[in-house]
């Protein structure tokens, strides 16, 4: 496989084959495409009637109902336009835990990769952004074949390292994105504070629809560990010396706590949340979640059943 | 400490060992020991961690200290219980408050085997010293307790008590107790323990019991209480700790050290009675309860203070009981003293000496009456009678026979003699009959033999039989004569009975070479026989068949029995030649069965030999010999008061007895009781106290066995030699034991926390 397609693996593809990303909320394109637009247009998709007014286009009055209501009426039609996914991926050394496969970097970019793989396969607009307390990779949103070896090779180029300043550059961005947009978001959110729920809260604010990757490591969730231990932060320069199994309790609650107040932060904000283990494959996770998001039952594909190596 | 002084509370037995609390570091060596070397773990959800941990900081720390605190506490009690702390008794009991006005009971044991000695070292002094010290002891403390002193011997009386025990008041407690002195007693815990209990009993605060004893087996397993003789105790102790009144028993002992003696247990005489010149045989038991075997042992015999023959005992074999058998000859009648000694071996002479008050008499004296005479002397029953009685010879024998005929019963002064021998002789008149039952009711023997002129049995047994005298103890049933078809029978000694242990043993044949060819067939009733002893004592009781012919029947041969006082023996066949030829047997066993018998049927002197030091004096004279008054005079008379009789009433019948009770035996020798003869002469009798043969086995009870019996009920042991009890200290509690259990309850208590912190997480 060559070094750019790593993150884009066969069983996934085959997992992702027939589904699609639809924008729930009124997006803007420059072209139609399948997307409800926030213009009204003159697709095929009727929408409402209006009265009529100067200066409208006679093309679209309704005579049928001009014969039974003796008043002119304007007929009005969804506008379908493309999609235009930013796909924000958390490159801060915090995303660096974890082996192999697990790592969460690595689930992060995999995710990403399929994504873009889904959107540009219907033949929408996919953007990529990494970032860590700055900004380390920008691929402004464009479509076609080319692009999903854009997406790719930035995938593969961005190293991250940094602390995760979030606040800031969430900000700048939902600043940037002036077209309405689903804007994905991968990444820890370990940040400090309550910043990465700040920075949420101001990515929906300006209309764009907003989807959490909230990407864990099992580790992080069930802090399996029984030695005592010398916790070195992987964003920070300090340590903690800790009993792991005297800790396991309230480290548990803690996580709860945070995933909770994110879920509520998104629910609030017509956001969707998805807290992501990356002891779960990528395919798996993508393929229920876009089945949850159309309102199908998740495909069931020989490949959807976790094998043991998944397990493992 | 000095008297007055402050007791330590706390001491150590083993102060040495006392670096050993340094395991208290013990835990705290093995946390940083086991501290596991930390593993590094890049992590990137530190917000998590800090929180986590923020939260756990301080239940955390909490969890461990107390962890580490209770490890510590353990091993430090651990390492305390090497050094044997100990405690003055009751020390606990204070600083929980319970301390003031607290009774002290003190129960000394001053039987006999306390005056067992070691080293020169009496073992009742430890006893003594021990009282010594808790007296001391409480005296320093001056809580307000009080103190009584009681002893084994006389439980019901408190030798000293004082209300509150302090400085002043226990120079005359000391005084008191050095005064105590063992006496030659058995001891008797149980009743000791009841009267204990029972001065407890009205007692309203705590109480602590101190019994001090050898606690000597044989004293605190005999009597009905071998089971539990703390019963009355233990119930009271049970029922008073609801109530915060409780009862602590101190149990303290002379130690584990073994204690040897050797003694002289008892002797017995093997005839019931002695005649002067006669000699009588002395059995002596002794044991030895010691480690080792003794040989060689010389024993003293004294007769009135003169010496005697000695006896040699080649071996006493040890934890066993020996005897041997020794002759003595009383030359002349009367009360004579009997002392036998073995050479003092050992720490305790009490039990080296025995003594025996002996009534010898002058002889016995026998009626023989016969039927008629033979025409062929050496055929007579008379003349075979006397010879096997009183054979002529340089030997006597001891008996007396004098002859009647049947007609001459009627005026013959029976009372003189002590067995009347009815020799083939008809039913005699009513008037003979009752003169024989009194007679024999008043302690007399009688026998009868058959023959041809005993007549119809119907009419014998009118004249002797229920109907009649009462002196039957078999029915008559016919008569086997010599002409009637049938081999003839030997006699076999039917069981073991009073009757003659020079016969032979049971089932054997008493002669080889004698045939009888005549008898009469005897029946005893077997409801008879087995009876009890009814208000009518008159009739015949305790019927036993000492012999049997070995006929196809097995008829009675000889059958005794009781009447009144007096015995009774029914001899089947003749006592001459007619129906059998016993009295020719080479072997002699006719001499030897007719000597056994009459001195079975004279019966055993109402003196007593000898008491058990603790009983009561009691003796029994004929009522219309004696006045009924009498002066009991104990051993050490004039030294201790004389003690008069009380005497229960005969009964009309003038042929009962005079019962006259005298005062506990307290005191080892010869007492004597000073009897009034009717008429106005004084007559002195000699009365042996010897030591309760209990006493002399000195081994130990067990603690546990104590401890079982003492079930339920808080108590300690002091042992009165260890060093824990020098001169000075009070007795101690020791605590190891304690300390042994707290430290197991805290390691439990740690793990069970532990594990719940840990379940926690």
């Known amino acids: 496989m060559p070094s750019s397609r790593k993150y884009l693996e066969p069983e996934t593809i085959s997992r992702l084959a027939g589904l699609e990303l639809r924008a729930r909320r009124a997006v803007s394109g420059a072209i139609s495409g399948m997307h409800r637009s926030i213009y009204r247009g003159n697709s095929v998709e009727f929408a409402e009637h209006r009265p009529y007014v100067p200066g409208d286009d006679i093309r679209h009055i309704d005579w049928r109902l001009f014969g039974r209501k003796d008043r002119l009426f304007i007929k009005q039609y969804e506008e379908e336009t493309n999609l235009r996914l930013h796909i924000l991926l958390d490159v801060s050394a915090s995303m660096n835990y974890g082996q192999g496969g697990a790592n969460k970097l690595e689930y992060a970019k995999h995710l990403a990769a399929s994504l873009a793989y889904v959107v540009l396969n219907q033949h929408d607009f996919v953007g990529l952004v990494a970032f860590d307390n700055e900004l380390r990779a920008t691929l402004p949103a464009a479509t076609g074949g080319p692009q999903m070896n854009n997406v790719l090779q930035v995938l593969e180029k961005t190293r991250g390292g940094g602390r995760t300043r979030m606040g800031p550059l969430l900000d700048r961005l939902s600043e940037e994105l002036r077209r309405r947009s689903i804007v994905v978001l991968i990444s820890d959110l370990l940040a400090d504070g309550d910043e990465a729920l700040h920075g949420v809260e101001h990515l929906t604010a300006t209309g764009h629809e907003l989807v959490v990757f909230h990407v864990l490591h099992s580790d992080e969730i069930d802090f399996p560990f029984l030695s005592p231990a010398r916790f070195e932060g992987l964003e920070e320069s300090d340590l903690l010396r800790a009993d792991p199994q005297a800790l396991r309790r309230s480290y548990r609650r803690a996580v709860e706590r945070y995933c909770a107040r994110l879920h509520a932060v998104c629910i609030k904000r017509r956001a969707d949340y998805l807290s992501v283990n990356t002891s779960v494959p990528v395919g798996v996770t993508l393929t229920g979640y876009l089945s949850r998001r159309s309102g199908k039952a998740p495909p069931v594909a020989p490949s959807a059943e976790l094998t043991a190596e998944e397990r493992a | ?761």
């Open chain 2, 1 to 761: 400490m000095t008297d007055g002084a402050l007791p330590i509370a706390l001491a150590f037995a083993n102060p040495a060992l006392l670096s050993g609390a340094a395991l208290v570091a013990v835990p705290i060596i093995i946390h940083f020991l086991a501290r596991r070397p930390t593993v590094r773990i890049p992590w990137g959800a530190m917000r998590f961690l800090r929180e986590a941990e923020l939260e756990n900081r301080r239940r955390a720390r909490l969890e461990q200290w107390l962890l580490l605190f209770l490890r510590c506490l353990a091993f430090g009690l651990l390492g305390l219980a090497f050094a044997r702390p100990t405690v003055a008794p009751g020390v606990v009991g204070r600083l929980l408050g319970g301390g003031e006005g607290r009774a002290r009971i003190v129960l000394i044991d001053d039987s006999a085997s306390l005056n067992h000695a070691r080293g020169g070292a009496v073992d009742f002094a430890v006893l003594q010293n021990g009282t010594l010290r808790i007296a001391r002891w409480i005296a320093a403390q001056d809580d307000g307790g009080s103190l009584s002193i009681r002893r084994f011997s006389q439980p019901d009386a408190v030798l000293h008590s004082v209300a509150r025990l302090d400085a002043g008041a226990l120079p005359a407690v000391e005084e008191a107790i050095r005064k105590l002195q063992p006496r030659p007693l058995p001891g008797e815990p149980a009743r000791a323990l009841a009267a204990a209990a029972e001065a407890i009993r009205p007692l309203e605060g705590p109480v602590d019991l101190f019994v001090f004893s050898d606690f000597q087996r044989s004293d605190w397993s005999a009597g009905d209480a071998a089971d539990k003789p703390f019963g009355p105790l233990v119930e009271l102790a049970k029922a008073r700790a609801a109530a915060n009144r409780t009862v602590r028993v101190f149990l303290g002992s002379l130690g584990g050290a073994a204690r040897e003696n050797l003694a002289l247990l008892d002797c017995t005489l093997e005839r019931p009675r002695i005649v002067a010149g006669v000699p009588a045989l002395l059995r002596i038991d002794l044991a030895n309860f010691s480690r080792d075997d003794r040989r060689d042992l010389l024993l003293d015999i004294l007769l009135d203070d003169a010496p005697q023959p000695a006896v040699r005992l080649a071996q006493a074999p040890s934890q066993k009981t020996a005897s041997i058998a020794a002759e003595i000859v009383v030359p002349d009648a009367g009360f004579h003293r009997l002392t036998v000694r073995i050479p003092p071996h050992d720490g305790l002479p009490l039990d080296d000496v025995w003594r025996g008050a002996l009534d010898v008499r002058s002889s016995i004296r026998v009626l023989a009456v016969h039927g008629a005479r033979s025409t062929d002397r050496r055929q007579d029953e008379l003349y075979l009678l006397r010879h096997a009685l009183a054979p002529p010879g340089p030997l006597a024998s001891g008996v007396v026979i004098d002859e009647a005929e049947v007609g001459e019963l009627a005026g013959a002064a029976l009372e003189q003699y002590d067995v009347v021998i009815l020799a083939n002789i008809p039913p005699p008149d009513e008037s003979i009959a009752r003169a024989l039952q009194r007679f024999v009711r008043s302690g007399g023997g009688l026998m009868w033999s058959m023959g041809d002129l005993v007549g119809p049995l119907d009419a014998f047994e009118r004249a002797w039989g229920p109907e009649g005298a009462q002196l039957l103890p078999a029915r008559l049933i016919d008569t086997r004569t010599p002409g009637e078809a049938g081999s003839a029978a030997a006699l076999r000694r039917a069981e073991s009975s009073a009757l003659g242990a020079l016969l032979p043993g049971e089932g054997e044949t008493v002669s080889e070479q004698v045939a009888f060819r005549g008898w009469v067939k005897l029946a005893v009733d077997p409801d008879t026989a087995s009876a009890p002893a009814t208000a009518n004592a008159a009739i015949p009781r305790n019927i036993t068949v000492a012999a049997r012919f070995d006929d196809a029947d097995r008829s009675p041969a000889l059958v005794l029995a009781e009447v009144g006082r007096g015995r009774v023996l029914l001899y089947a066949s003749t006592v001459d030649l007619d129906w059998n030829d016993w009295p020719r047997a080479v072997d002699g066993s006719y001499v030897v069965t007719m000597l056994e018998t009459v001195q079975f049927l004279a019966g055993a002197t109402r003196h007593p030999v000898a008491f058990r030091a603790g009983q009561s004096l009691q003796l029994d004279v004929a009522a219309d010999a004696y006045e009924p008054t009498a002066l009991f005079k104990p051993a050490d008379y004039p030294e201790s008061a004389a003690a008069p009789a009380r005497f229960n009433p005969p009964a009309n019948d003038a042929t009962e007895l005079l019962s006259l009770q005298g005062p506990r035996a307290e005191q080892l020798g010869f007492a004597s009781v000073e009897l009034t003869i009717r008429g106005g002469s004084a007559e002195e009798r000699p009365l042996a106290v010897n030591l309760d043969a209990r006493e002399s086995d000195l081994s130990p009870i067990s603690n546990a066995e104590l401890s079982g019996w003492l079930s339920g009920v808080k108590h300690d042991f002091l042992d009165l030699n260890a060093t824990t009890m020098t001169r000075d200290q009070p007795p101690r509690t020791e605590l190891w034991r304690t300390l042994l259990l707290v430290a197991a309850g805290l390691l439990i208590l740690e793990q069970t926390l532990a594990w719940r912190f840990g379940a926690a997480q």
